[in-house]
């Protein structure tokens, strides 16, 4: 299983970005994929997931500003960052979970792609 996010940037405050997490050797009809970032010195912190079966979650801080999507035909999974802040500049990643629950927790997620760095300018 590999991971790769990618689509990060520099960006302004209020602006919008539009990260990809392609993915291999595994069939998203088995899998949930999750969004994560940490930034500089803070632990990794989950950000929305969608599940094998098409259902999407997201957390207090980023619901109604990030959405999560997937490409099943491209094994590729979205997230699309509108009114974006300084607070959200970090290292975001992506992951594949095959527990039972979809779940949002760091912990709880088995493949784990290379980060993309976000920096938003204010």
């Not at 590999?2 to 899998?31: H, K, N, P």
């Not at 994929?33 to 098409?54: H, M, V, Y």
Request: charged share 15%; aromatic share 12%.
């Amino acid at each position: 299983v590999q991971l790769q996010a990618y689509g990060g940037g520099l960006v302004q405050a209020g602006g919008s970005l539009r990260l990809s997490c392609a993915a291999s050797g595994l069939a998203f009809d088995r899998y949930h994929i999750g969004w994560f970032r940490q930034a500089p010195g803070k632990e990794r912190e989950g950000l929305s997931c969608i599940t094998n079966d098409g259902k999407t979650y997201y957390t207090h801080d980023v619901k109604g500003r990030f959405t999560i999507s997937s490409d099943n035909a491209k094994n590729t999974v979205y997230l699309q960052m509108n009114s974006l802040e300084p607070e959200d500049t970090a290292v975001y990643y992506c992951a594949a979970s095959t527990g039972r629950i979809a779940t949002i927790l760091v912990e709880m997620y088995d493949y784990w792609g290379q980060g993309t760095l976000v920096t938003v300018s204010s």
